[in-house]
């Protein structure tokens, strides 16, 4: 699924968060919305998903305006840095819900479920701990749960903001293949927010570098890398955390 962002403005209160933002995404493209706290990354996502109306422009999935459409509408599937699974949930659990309150019409079968959790399981290599309950998981299962969770729906869009922004280093690293990994398998586009210049530049087709509500440059990781549009760019990059 393709996304086109065009024209899109939004503000809080007198302030203006997000000006004029333009952005095509090709299907199946993972993109990475780099930029420091505050520079509307978040906001932008929220839009995209439908989760927060823009004041102004258009938000497109394959050329269809969605404008107007709130997120369940959408069919979007979400990772959040602190979107803790379900406790009272088993790991399966977790993982169905979004298939089993599907209106009926749309419900799979039991049968269907388990084999379609089953298959996610699998794919996230996790699935020993399918009766375990979120508490009992590390912090990078739990996020590979959420992933998996997220995907069950079989959303055309992903959109993750921060997803594992609160996880160790070498635990970032590893969820940041297993993303891709997802990603190249299945074949849905994806949006992901961070602040992190390494996970950006590391795992994404498009880097689109923000800063003050505004697109400082929009280009492959090599691109954004070698040939920084802006000083403020070339400054961002060079930071390290
Ligand atoms: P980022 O994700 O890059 O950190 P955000 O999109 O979260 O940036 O925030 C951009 C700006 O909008 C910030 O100044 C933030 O304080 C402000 N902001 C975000 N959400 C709200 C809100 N619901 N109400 C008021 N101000 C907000």
Do not use: C
Not at 23 to 32: A, N, T
Not at 70 to 97: C, P, S
Not at 124 to 136: E, G, I, K, T
Not at 167 to 180: E, F, G, T
């Amino acid at each position: 699924m393709s996304i086109q962002i065009e024209g899109i403005r939004k503000s809080f209160g007198k302030t203006r968060v997000l000006h004029d933002i333009g952005l095509d995404i090709p299907s199946g493209q993972l993109v990475g919305l780099l930029g420091p706290s505050g520079s509307g990354k978040t906001t932008l996502l929220r839009i995209i998903a439908g989760l927060e109306q823009a004041d102004g422009g258009r938000i497109g999935f394959n050329g269809t305006d969605v404008t107007g459409l709130h997120a369940r509408e959408r069919k979007v599937g979400f990772v959040f840095q602190h979107y803790a699974l379900f406790r009272h949930m088993t790991v399966f659990d977790n993982i169905a819900f979004g298939l089993s309150i599907k209106p009926r019409k749309e419900r799979p079968s039991a049968a269907e479920i388990r084999q379609k959790v089953g298959n996610l399981l699998e794919m996230v290599q996790l699935s020993h701990l399918a009766d375990r309950f979120p508490s009992q998981l590390s912090g990078g299962q739990r996020q590979r749960i959420a992933l998996a969770r997220a995907l069950a729906v079989e959303p055309q869009v992903l959109l993750l903001d921060e997803p594992f922004g609160a996880l160790d280093a070498q635990v970032r690293k590893d969820l940041r293949r297993w993303l891709r990994r997802l990603h190249d398998e299945l074949h849905f586009t994806s949006v992901f927010v961070t602040h992190d210049q390494e996970e950006a530049l590391d795992v994404s087709d498009q880097v689109v570098v923000m800063s003050q509500g505004r697109i400082e440059q929009i280009g492959s990781p090599n691109t954004v890398w070698q040939h920084p549009a802006s000083r403020f760019v070339l400054e961002f990059l060079g930071e390290v955390n």
